[in-house]
């Protein structure tokens, strides 16, 4: 059984193989001529004396240079236990930086080419201002300062956070950094007692307070303390190429689940913050929950998801009656109908005409407004404005790119990579209304 089933890998070790092993990208990564010549000045380039694209570090390379800026201390590496004579696997190792968003420290485990990429987003001044002053960003001048909530005892929860003023819908409740970020396949393919001795290291080398801290958080699946604290409060972040780490941030880790929550995360490679926004208004004693599960599931089966983090859920939807759990549960089937439906025309494999996509949308709307499913219209969205296209209304389709452009903005924020869909969706349109107008002129002549 694999230790974190609650984060399935993005990329297999395989994959990862492959990708490191690529000639090419890998000679892009190791080579600091790469950089053009106006790149930004960085942190690597300008407070540790290290080219603007640094080399990767491991033990072996920081004995013969004798330094391993700008990390804190040499880093400490091991061996995957995959390897055999024609399969070599990258070694993972630890990495700490410090100062950190603050007065703060970050332990990284992951393959030197990787740690590599990320010295960028060490530099504190890449946090954009609007996140550098919020009250809850250790950022701040002075540090954390009445953030809009407080850390209390939750019954059958531990502890949680709970607004202690007003919060609006799309307020930043929260921004957080990591404490400790550590490679997904670590975990699959290096020992049991190696992996504990590298994580146990990772957290000895932060600040006493921030290690305090940590050993505060929840603990639920039990077995080994360091891994029951990961298991319990960690979340699937990706670093450098997209490739998937397991994140733990002190504060946001304290956000308790609900199936039916009412902020949501977002999360910046960039900057390696984690924003959590407000999806409604919030008011003061309420709890601040998300859902650890994705968002639309059956009962049974974020039941089945949930049991991967050790608890079984007592939120108001899951502690409903039989009966209103079956029609939470008919609705969200009936929205995964109407994502189909839309699909199958958006992609002409059905006929469909404009006035059953017209009533398939305003059905899901309601259904999502009835089940607090809002995010979901991220998808639907954009599969009613393709399937707009395909029925060739052009103004219904324009109306809802217009929305899901607006949406992405609000839940994908400054994140230009997350917002590429969005662009195909807008690009996909407006390539129909060439056609259109050319059909016209045509018409016309």
């Not at 001529?33 to 080399?55: E, F, I, M, N």
């Not at 949680?160 to 929260?174: E, F």
């Not at 670590?186 to 050993?215: A, N, T």
């Not at 969005?422 to 407006?430: A, D, F, I, P």
Request: glycine share 6%; net charge negative.
């Amino acid at each position: 059984m694999e230790l974190f089933q609650k984060f399935p890998s993005l990329f297999s070790w395989l994959v990862l193989l492959a990708i490191l092993k690529q000639p090419f990208l890998l000679a892009q990564l190791l080579d600091p001529s790469t950089c053009s010549a106006g790149s930004h000045k960085s942190l690597s380039g300008t407070q540790h004396g290290l080219p603007v694209c640094p080399l990767p570090i491991d033990e072996e390379s920081a004995a013969e240079t004798g330094t391993w800026a700008p990390w804190k201390r040499r880093p400490y590496c091991v061996e995957p236990f995959m390897q055999d004579d024609d399969v070599t696997g990258p070694e993972f190792c630890l990495y700490t930086f410090e100062p950190f968003r603050g007065d703060q420290a970050l332990s990284v485990v992951t393959t030197p080419v990787l740690a590599a990429t990320i010295v960028d987003a060490l530099d504190d001044s890449i946090v954009p201002p609007r996140l550098r002053v919020h009250p809850s960003n250790s950022l701040g001048e002075d540090g954390k300062i009445n953030p809009p909530f407080t850390i209390e005892d939750v019954s059958g929860k531990g502890k949680g956070l709970i607004a202690q003023r007003s919060i609006r819908k799309w307020d930043i409740v929260l921004v957080d950094h990591p404490a400790l970020l550590a490679h997904m396949d670590m975990f699959d393919v290096v020992g049991s007692e190696i992996r504990q001795d590298i994580l146990e290291q990772s957290l000895k080398q932060l600040p006493e307070e921030q290690r305090e801290e940590i050993w505060l958080l929840d603990r639920s699946m039990g077995g080994e303390p360091i891994e029951d604290i990961l298991r319990t409060n960690i979340f699937g972040v990706e670093l450098g190429l997209e490739i998937p780490h397991l994140g733990l941030f002190p504060i946001a880790s304290r956000i308790n689940h609900d199936c039916k929550p009412n902020v949501f995360w977002r999360y910046s490679v960039r900057t390696l913050a984690v924003e959590v926004i407000a999806m409604r208004d919030i008011e003061p004693g309420e709890e601040i929950t998300q859902s650890y599960v994705p968002l639309g599931l059956s009962y049974q089966d974020r039941a089945d998801d949930l049991n991967n983090w050790g608890f079984t859920c007592t939120c108001s939807l899951c502690a409903a009656s039989a009966q209103q759990r079956a029609t939470s549960d008919k609705n969200r089937q009936q929205l995964q109908h109407i994502y189909y439906s839309l699909n199958e025309g958006a992609s002409g494999r059905s006929n469909i005409t404009a006035a059953v996509v017209n009533d398939l949308a305003e059905e899901m709307e309601s259904l999502v407004r009835e089940e607090g499913l809002e995010p979901q219209l991220l998808v639907y969205y954009g599969v009613v404005a393709r399937a707009y296209m395909c029925v060739g209304d052009l103004g219904a389709a324009r109306r809802y790119v217009d929305l899901s452009e607006e949406l992405w903005m609000r839940y994908a924020g400054e994140e230009q990579d997350y917002l590429a869909g969005m662009q195909q969706l807008r690009h996909e349109l407006m390539e129909r209304e060439k056609m259109a107008v050319t059909d016209r002129k045509s018409e016309d002549a």
